[in-house]
């Protein structure tokens, strides 16, 4: 199609428009309409891993390295970087706290505890409660509390098979215990140690050992 429209001195100038109906002739607007801003593809790959981690078709490691894998090969970030993260002292601190809690275990020190703790609480139902939640609280304080559950599961449940109280009345309270005691101290939760780690990398003071414990 054809524009006429006045120039200088009265002169008409006219420029001819050329269109076409093939959706090809604008390549770049029909990659455009198709392609996926970094957020969503980052949403959708943790909406793949949410699935596995929940249904557990495959090894929860497995799914974790390939979300991370997914990221760097999608470009979200750089390949170089998908797994530098690792080398994070928070991370090594975290990774340290589940080696002393898997220690605690192997070395049979948990065991240890839960003998004393019936022996001074006795097969009571309550009694028992109070000095599950009384050690796992103290124990989380100085391990990570996710550790000190996962070894003092199986020695609860010996106590109680033992004395014939129900599992499942012990469970929730040393879960509650131990979460109490994760804020009692910086390495005794994953949230405590990230937000440190994340306040010495903008540059400011990070939390105290004991700082979480007057508020927690």
Known sequence: WTVGYGGDAGKIITKTFHTTSDPCYFPNMRRRAFQLDNATMTL??????????????LPLA???????????????????TVFSGLSNSTV????AMFVVGAAMFHTGLAQKVGVTVVKFTGTGENSLMIGT???????SSVTSNTATTACLIPVIAGICKAARIPVNRQMM???????????????????????AGALR?????PFGFFAFAWIG
């Open 133 to 139: 939640m009384v050690v796992a609280a103290a124990l």
């Open 92 to 95: 090594v601190l975290f990774a």
């Open 173 to 195: 309270p040393l879960a509650f215990a131990a979460g109490l005691g994760g804020t009692i101290t910086l390495v005794g939760t994953p949230p405590n140690i990230i937000a």
């Open 62 to 80: 497995v799914t974790a390295m390939a979300g991370a894998i997914a990221c760097g090969i999608l470009g979200i970030i750089p390949m170089n």
């Open 201 to 205: 990398a903008a540059g400011l003071r």
């Open 44 to 57: 959708i790959i943790l909406a793949f891993v949410a699935f596995f981690f929940v249904t557990e078709l």
